[in-house]
């Protein structure tokens, strides 16, 4: 059948590709509009394979939190390009299916992509956008988290998102988490605390602690000290209850929650940054 302009026209609106690209789905599909956007995911699937060794460093973080604050998702949606990045499509995009993983709270990345988007699956959406975008486009990064009270951050630009766990809420506490989400984008944490730090990291930390101390010429009966002193260092500078407060560095983050409220403290967070 004869494929007319103003088909073609339709296709594009729809999906968003090429007019080439769509005349060449509907002259597949024989006019059928429905094949002819199967034919063009199946195309986008295809580049996407071809893309695989493309790096996707850009992109957008979105941080949402629900109504009730009681629980929260951050996700990244890479692209290869910054100025992919700040199409406002793309954009709205990264925005929706935040919303989808808020709305499901799906476990994790992979249950995300199986979830719903508009009759096909998240992750035929995102494959979908290879095509249409031309560039390698992936859902690359999903944390959730519940507690109390959940905070959400998104640095300037859409670079990185943050959201922060309390274990108390309220208005002067969720102003309080925003000033921690903001501390963990600049300061990028391991950890809350030092529970919560890797044992493996730890030990490496002990470690070399102590090759330092052997090197400074430290006699045996002074090494483990010297090594566990140096471990407390680390834990002041890499966990975020023990780093120095951003706003003011005469005190800890641990110490400007309790001057908010005695006992406020952070359950967990999650950090997502491009690259």
Same mark, same amino acid.
Do not use: W
């Given at each position: ?10 296709? !594009? ?37 071809? !893309?695989?060794? !493309? ?46 993983a808020l709305d499901n709270f799906p476990d994790d990345r992979e249950a995300l992509l199986q979830l719903d988007y508009n009759g096909m699956t998240v992750g035929d959406k995102v494959i979908e956008q290879v095509g249409v975008i031309g560039e390698k486009i992936e ?107 951003v706003k003011d560095s005469k005190i800890s983050v641990k110490q400007y929650l309790n001057s908010i409220e005695d006992g406020l403290t ?10």
């Open positions: 059948m004869a494929i007319t302009a103003q088909d073609v026209k339709k296709l !594009r609106e729809l999906t968003g590709a090429g007019m080439m690209d769509c005349k060449k789905a509907l002259t597949e599909a024989e006019g059928d509009i429905e094949t002819a956007i199967e034919y063009l995911r199946k195309t986008g699937q295809k580049l996407s394979i071809k !893309r695989a060794d !493309r790096e996707a460093k850009e992109g957008v973080v979105i941080a949402l939190v629900s109504d009730d604050s009681a629980k929260g998702v951050v996700i990244r949606l890479s692209s290869e390009t910054d100025f992919v990045a700040k199409n406002e499509g793309f954009v709205n995009l990264a925005k929706e299916l935040a919303k989808i859902l690359a990064d999903y944390q959730r988290l519940e507690s109390e009270c959940v905070v959400p951050y998104i640095h300037m630009g859409y670079k990185a998102g943050v959201i922060v766990g309390l274990n108390k809420g309220g208005d002067s506490q969720a102003a309080a988490g925003r000033d921690v989400a903001m501390q963990v984008a600049a300061m990028k944490p391991i950890a809350v605390d030092q529970d919560g730090v890797d044992p493996s990291i730890v030990e490496k930390e002990i470690e070399i602690g102590k090759d330092q101390a052997r090197q400074e010429g430290k006699s045996e009966d002074l090494i483990e000290r010297i090594a566990l002193g140096k471990l407390g260092k680390f834990y002041k500078e890499n966990t975020l209850l023990n780093q120095a407060f952070v359950n967990d967070f999650k950090h997502v940054k491009l690259g």
